[in-house]
């Protein structure tokens, strides 16, 4: 049984991790920001499934708040074992549009928030020799999406640390690996018109959308495996390769 925090996890991909977590048996708080109806209604429909959880208001662009949220989960779990980084959000529209307000925005939640769980809850991990940090980030931080600049540089952000902390937090025990999904059936791409998902399944291998289910069983093996580190393993239905 492991200790999880996993940030902006009240709808999409977040959510599904929850809720899997939680039937496996884990102990998880749910971090939210703006979604608390969203967040007590997870929280209620496990419960009447025999299953607890905790959850939790943060706005994880902001230091304090993050402060809480750990505060929060050591207080009631003792210990992380567990953080999954996956609060983020996304603008299209073309760069010379793009506001220094839209890029903090997207900064602040995307990349700057990940610094603050990180430097909170390391502490902790290294205190007990062992931890796992995963970062959802994208297949557009890889090669980047038109109209999606920011958001991008963002997600390659991500990569980056993962990248870094995988060898400056190893000798610690502590394992950070990124995720990177592709395009997956979620709020978040719901906007998407159906001829532009058509397209994308042509372009994809697989030949379909992928599913929340599908970064649910990545993160499970990435916690359960002991020897894999600062990876970027790409879900995406072999749409980037």
Not at 27 to 54: D, M, T
Request: glycine fraction near 6%; charged fraction near 25%.
């Amino acid at each position: 049984m492991k200790n999880i925090v996993i940030t902006g996890s009240s709808r999409g991909i977040g959510k599904c991790l929850v809720e899997n977590f939680a039937k496996d048996g884990h102990n998880v708080i749910l971090n939210y920001n703006k979604s608390k109806k969203q967040a007590e209604q997870i929280k209620n429909e496990l419960a009447e499934q025999g299953i607890k959880i905790e959850i939790f208001k943060a706005d994880v662009s902001k230091r304090e708040d993050v402060k809480k949220l750990i505060k929060f989960a050591l207080k009631n779990m003792e210990s992380i074992d567990v953080l999954i980084n996956n609060a983020g959000i996304a603008k299209l529209q073309i760069f010379q549009d793009v506001t220094e307000d839209d890029w903090n925005e997207i900064m602040d939640t995307n990349l700057k928030s990940v610094y603050y769980t990180i430097q909170e809850t390391i502490p902790n991990m290294i205190q007990r020799k062992e931890g796992c940090i995963i970062n959802i980030s994208s297949m557009w931080g890889i090669v980047g999406a038109s109209c999606e600049a920011v958001y991008s540089a963002s997600k390659a952000g991500m990569d980056a640390i993962t990248k870094s902390l995988a060898k400056e937090l190893g000798p610690s025990n502590i394992r950070v690996n990124s995720i990177a999904p592709g395009v997956i059936n979620t709020d978040m791409n719901s906007s998407i018109d159906e001829k532009i998902k058509e397209e994308i399944k042509k372009e994809t291998p697989l030949e379909k959308i992928g599913e929340p289910a599908d970064i649910y069983k990545c993160a499970k093996w990435l916690i359960e495996d002991k020897f894999t580190t600062g990876q970027i393993i790409s879900v995406n239905g072999g749409y980037v390769i």
